[in-house]
């Protein structure tokens, strides 16, 4: 996916005075319903309005393919290029609330978070097969290290895949670590999951220190239904 993959760059703000980093930022909204189909054409049509009211420099959707927390969910997704930005929207947006009434879906909103954008990567793809996994450590920046090192170690062995990470802000996620492992096609994920039985990739991961319990993994399709890039 063209945004999903690509996040925001960091931009510089004042904060008291003090030069601050900005922040990217995932609003990930987990719905449930018996008509995917349905939902996602209304999503397609209404991503790029509502991004725009936003001042979302993405949106999208992705759908589980294999373990999904209930079957029927699905994850409508947007990215914002600070925390700013992203607290800046309200649910009271006319224009947002026009397209949502547009909506002949029946659906059920089962959670609505925020996701610190620790990772980013680059694609020029509006669409991609992922494989997600949640984790709580107690040694967050060894793990994003880890993370990194074994997305580069997969490129250099010929895996054409790449790995994003996200941490909750909100929620019962608040805390946890997302890693997407991401590709082109579902072949090519599948060939960089089958790695994980070689004993290099082993290694990688026994150099973290610290505890990490693993919480929930799924994989799912994502596509981009709009994006600020040109």
């Known amino acids: 996916m063209k945004q999903l993959l690509t996040a925001c760059l960091a931009a510089a703000t004042l ?26 054409a209304w999503a397609k049509a209404s991503a790029p309005i509502i991004a725009k009211a936003n ?9 589980p393919t294999a373990g999904p927390e209930m079957m029927g969910d699905h994850y409508l997704w947007s990215f914002f290029d600070s925390q700013e930005t992203a607290w800046g929207n309200s649910g ?18 089962r959670t609505w978070d925020n996701w610190r954008i620790a990772k980013a990567v680059e694609s020029t793809s509006d669409r991609g097969y992922f494989y997600n996994i949640r984790v709580r450590t107690d040694n967050m ?27 909750g802000d ?3 996620t608040a805390g946890s670590v997302m890693v997407s492992l991401g590709a082109a096609d579902g072949p090519t994920l599948g060939r960089a999951m089958d790695a994980r039985t070689e004993p290099w990739f082993g290694k990688i991961l026994s150099k973290l220190e610290g505890e990490r319990v693993y919480e929930h993994g799924f994989a799912m399709i994502c596509e981009t239904y709009y994006s600020a890039a040109p």
């Open 92 to 109: 009271m947006n006319p224009v947002v609330a026009a397209e949502i009434a547009k909506m002949n879906v029946e659906r059920t909103v």
């Open 55 to 63: 001042n979302a420099t993405a949106m999208g959707l992705c759908s």
């Open 141 to 167: 920046a060894g793990y994003l290290k880890a993370v990194a090192n074994l997305e580069a170690e997969l490129n250099e062995r010929g895996h054409p895949v790449n790995i994003q990470a996200f941490v």
């Open 170 to 172: 909100t929620g019962t």
């Open 15 to 40: 904060l008291a005075s003090v030069p601050t980093k900005a922040e990217p930022v995932m609003n990930l909204i987990t719905i449930n319903t018996q008509d995917a189909a349905g939902y996602a």
